[in-house]
């Protein structure tokens, strides 16, 4: 499915002093089963633009359409049903949850879609297999590495087996050998079809050639790309 903005914008502490606008009527297409990256320095708006094409907040003004449906006018039940089912995040620190096991961690954002437990976990441990990591299913998360921890984070984003994955800013946290596994990942999620979001101000992701089209931010405008 493409995504289309058209002239976005959004604004914090709206009305108040404090006012900020980190996006500036942002117009953009970014067609599907490719791997897109938008780069920026921090505070360029680039984790914003992401966090609002994931329905994890709403525009201020302008419009976000996926495919044939418009995004920026619904309500909240049904941005959450597309949250889960269209797309899966992989965020800057992991999230993933202390004390729970590597396996209950990836199957925990489909527990709200009430599948068939036993499937859910078969699910789970196929990616985890896919992955190189069955022999840790049963591991508490603290014990991964950072590499490990990353790719169990794949894992989870992967669970409800979503049409676009987002990734913010992925490899702030890893060494170069590791941020380069990650691109091979990234690779093979293309290959299989997925549409790809990644910001990143990391050329090792920038300036792979696992990207297709670098789209540049500056002040929450689009620059280049």
């Known amino acids: 499915m493409r995504i289309v903005l058209e002239n976005v914008h959004k604004v914090f502490n709206q009305g108040r002093p404090n006012a900020h606008e980190a996006i500036r009527g942002v117009s953009l297409s970014i067609e599907p089963n490719r791997v897109t990256c938008l780069k920026g320095a ?27 449906r418009l995004l920026s006018g619904l309500p909240e039940r049904f941005l ?8 899966g995040f992989i ?12 396996l209950e961690n990836i199957m925990l954002p489909a527990y709200p879609l009430a ?3 036993r499937q859910l976990t078969a699910t789970a441990s196929a990616l985890l297999d896919r992955f190189g990591l069955a022999h840790k299913a049963r591991n508490p998360v603290q014990w991964l ?19 676009i994955l987002i990734a913010d800013e992925p490899t702030a946290n890893l060494d170069t050998r590791l941020s380069r596994d ?16 990644i910001t990143s101000h990391d050329p090792v992701v920038f ?7 670098v789209i540049e931010l500056c002040d929450g405008q689009v620059v280049g790309g």
């Open 207 to 213: 300036d792979s050639p696992v990207v297709e089209r």
């Open 182 to 197: 990650f691109m091979e990942q990234i690779r093979r999620l293309r290959e299989s079809g997925r549409t790809v979001l």
């Open 91 to 102: 965020f800057q620190q992991f999230n993933l949850i202390s004390g729970l096991s590597v």
């Open 115 to 117: 599948p068939d437990h």
């Open 42 to 68: 921090s505070g360029s708006g680039k984790s914003t633009l992401l966090s609002m094409i994931g329905c994890l907040s709403r525009p201020t003004a302008g419009r976000i359409h996926l495919g044939e």
């Open 145 to 163: 590495s950072g590499g490990e921890a990353q790719r169990v984070a794949i894992c989870r984003a992967l669970i409800n087996d979503p049409r």
């Open 80 to 87: 959450t049903d597309i949250r889960r089912h269209t797309f």
